[in-house]
C-alpha cells in the first residue's frame, strides 16, 4: 500500500486565491511527521512546512497552512494568497518514527499552475 | 555556500557503464541520504548515513547500486553497469540527527543512460 497518496496530478489556480493540495496518508506508527516540499522547475527540493503526529494545532508558515486530520489521516497543504512564483510541484512526505526508518516516503506529488 | 552541492549536475552514459555522482552535505549534518526521481515521480528513497552507524541500504533497488560516506562529509553513489531504467534525477539531501528534523536537499544530479 502506498504510504503518501496524492490524488491531484495536477490544480490550477488563481493568482491571489487560496489553493488546497490534497494529500493522505497511511501508517500503524503512532508517532509520526508529515512534511510539504516544493519543487520548482529549477529541480531543488524546498520544504515548507512541518507537522508531527502529536501536535495539538495545525502547523502554519506564513502563506502556508497545514490542516491536519488524524482521524482521517489526511494532511491538506493550504497555500493563501496564491502567487504567480507558487507554480511548482508540490510533494507531501512522511518520517515513521517506531519502524525506525529514517528516509521521508514521497507522494506521486500535485503540479500547482497559478493562472495571473 | 551553505548549501547541499551535488556534482554533476548532468551525467549522460552509455548503457554498461559504471558511474559515481558526488554529495557535498552541509556542513555538521550528521545525517545524509539519497534518493532517486524518476520523470514525473516523486522520490524514492535509496540509502541513508548516520554518522558513523552503517548505512540502512534497505532502498538500494539492485546490487548495481552502491554509495559511500567517510565520516559526516563527502558521500558518493556509485552505479556499475547502468542501464536505461537508471535514467532519472539523483538528489542528495543532508540534515541533523532526530526524526523530526527538515532534510536540505541538493539540486540533484540528472542522468541519461543511453
Known amino acids: 500500500a502506498q504510504k503518501i497518496t496524492q490524488t491531484q496530478p495536477g490544480m490550477f489556480v488563481q493568482e491571489k486565491e487560496a489553493v488546497t493540495l490534497d494529500c493522505t496518508y497511511d501508517?500503524?506508527?503512532?508517532?509520526?511527521?508529515l512534511f510539504w516540499y516544493k519543487q520548482p522547475s529549477s529541480g531543488e527540493m524546498i520544504f515548507l512546512i512541518y507537522?508531527?503526529?502529536?501536535?495539538?494545532q495545525n502547523a502554519t508558515e506564513g502563506r502556508y497552512s497545514l490542516n491536519f486530520q488524524k482521524a482521517r489521516k489526511s494532511a491538506n497543504l493550504v497555500i493563501s494568497a496564491s502567487q504567480l512564483g507558487d507554480s511548482a510541484m508540490y510533494f507531501c512526505?512522511?518520517?515513521?518514527?517506531?519502524?525506525?526508518?529514517?528516509?521521508?516516503?514521497f507522494g506521486t506529488g500535485t503540479r500547482l499552475t497559478v493562472i495571473p | 555556500g551553505a548549501g547541499v552541492s551535488q556534482s554533476p549536475s548532468n551525467k549522460v552514459t552509455e548503457k554498461g557503464k559504471d558511474v559515481e555522482l558526488r554529495c557535498d552535505p552541509i556542513?555538521?549534518?550528521?545525517?545524509l541520504y539519497w534518493y532517486r526521481q524518476r520523470l514525473g515521480q516523486g522520490l524514492e528513497f535509496l540509502i541513508y548515513?548516520?554518522?558513523?552507524?552503517?548505512?540502512?541500504k534497505s532502498g538500494l533497488p539492485s546490487d548495481r547500486f552502491s554509495a559511500e560516506r567517510t565520516g559526516e562529509s563527502v558521500s558518493t553513489l556509485t552505479i556499475q553497469r547502468t542501464q536505461q531504467e537508471d535514467s532519472a534525477v539523483y538528489l542528495c539531501?543532508?540534515?541533523?540527527?532526530?526524526?523530526?528534523?527538515?532534510?536540505?536537499f541538493g539540486p540533484g544530479t540528472r542522468l541519461t543512460v543511453l
Open positions: 507537522q508531527g503526529s502529536y501536535d495539538q
Open positions: 548515513f548516520q554518522g558513523n552507524s552503517a548505512p540502512d
Open positions: 556542513s555538521g549534518h550528521t545525517a
Open positions: 501508517t500503524s506508527d503512532p508517532s509520526y511527521g
Open positions: 512526505a512522511m518520517r515513521e518514527t517506531a519502524t525506525g526508518a529514517n528516509n521521508l516516503f
Open positions: 539531501a543532508s540534515g541533523t540527527s532526530g526524526i523530526y528534523n527538515e532534510q536540505f
